[in-house]
């Protein structure tokens, strides 16, 4: 003889508790929008410090060497590369952990900004991370005349090559896993 379990009894204060306290968890989820407000003002820092390095370069282009040059174009494109790194932060974050974005009204809004899934933001910021490291490295190998220092070159290298496998096992961790790839 098998005892039947007591029967489950609906407790409605229960049933109410349960249902403000999930509440309160899901509306928590602004408190992320701050930390997003956070970005894009230090976006406008960068944009600041973009503008001075761009007026620098500007000025001292014309009695600069080549590898001058070059090295002032890099120092542009990794401050894009990081400009570049927060709006994907801000927008996928944003988009999947605060609120969606109705991109309806913006008939210039890029199609990725709703469509990079938590999986797809990480592979997008290790390649963004991996080209800021690249463009570090290339900055130091284009003055490695001006200021040779082993030690140091060999910390940027091996920083980057472990950003490279860090990216390349992400990547072959959600691919293996059937997450998703880039968010399309």
Same mark, same amino acid.
């Given at each position: 003889m098998t005892k039947e379990p007591a029967p489950y %009894?609906? =407790? @409605?204060?229960? /049933? %109410?508790?349960?249902? &403000?306290?999930e509440s309160?968890?899901? =509306?928590?989820?602004?408190?992320?929008? @701050?930390f997003?407000? &956070?970005l894009v003002v230090s976006l406008a820092v960068l944009l600041f410090k973009f503008c001075?390095?761009?007026?620098?370069? $500007?000025?001292?282009? @014309? &009695?600069? /060497?080549?590898?001058? $040059?070059i090295l002032g174009a890099l120092a542009l494109i990794d401050l894009s590369l990081t400009g =570049?790194?927060?709006?994907?932060?801000?927008f996928s974050g944003y988009e999947n952990f605060v609120s969606k974005i109705d991109p309806g009204s913006h008939p210039d809004w890029p199609e990725w900004m709703t469509k990079v899934s938590f999986g797809g933001l990480k592979q997008k910021l290790m390649a963004s991370i991996v080209a800021i490291s690249a463009i570090q490295v290339l900055k130091a190998f284009m003055n $490695?005349?001006?200021?040779?220092?082993?030690? /140091?070159l060999a910390w940027l290298v091996g920083v980057h090559l472990a950003f490279v496998v860090s990216a390349f096992m992400l990547a072959i961790s959600d691919r293996w896993g059937g997450g998703d790839? &880039?968010?399309?």
């Amino acid at each position: 003889m098998t005892k039947e379990p007591a029967p489950y %009894r609906h =407790n @409605p204060q229960l /049933k %109410r508790a349960e249902r &403000g306290f999930e509440s309160l968890l899901f =509306n928590s989820r602004w408190l992320m929008a @701050p930390f997003y407000f &956070g970005l894009v003002v230090s976006l406008a820092v960068l944009l600041f410090k973009f503008c001075a390095v761009l007026w620098e370069f $500007i000025v001292h282009a @014309p &009695g600069s /060497k080549e590898s001058d $040059i070059i090295l002032g174009a890099l120092a542009l494109i990794d401050l894009s590369l990081t400009g =570049n790194l927060i709006l994907i932060v801000v927008f996928s974050g944003y988009e999947n952990f605060v609120s969606k974005i109705d991109p309806g009204s913006h008939p210039d809004w890029p199609e990725w900004m709703t469509k990079v899934s938590f999986g797809g933001l990480k592979q997008k910021l290790m390649a963004s991370i991996v080209a800021i490291s690249a463009i570090q490295v290339l900055k130091a190998f284009m003055n $490695i005349d001006a200021a040779f220092d082993p030690t /140091k070159l060999a910390w940027l290298v091996g920083v980057h090559l472990a950003f490279v496998v860090s990216a390349f096992m992400l990547a072959i961790s959600d691919r293996w896993g059937g997450g998703d790839h &880039g968010g399309e």
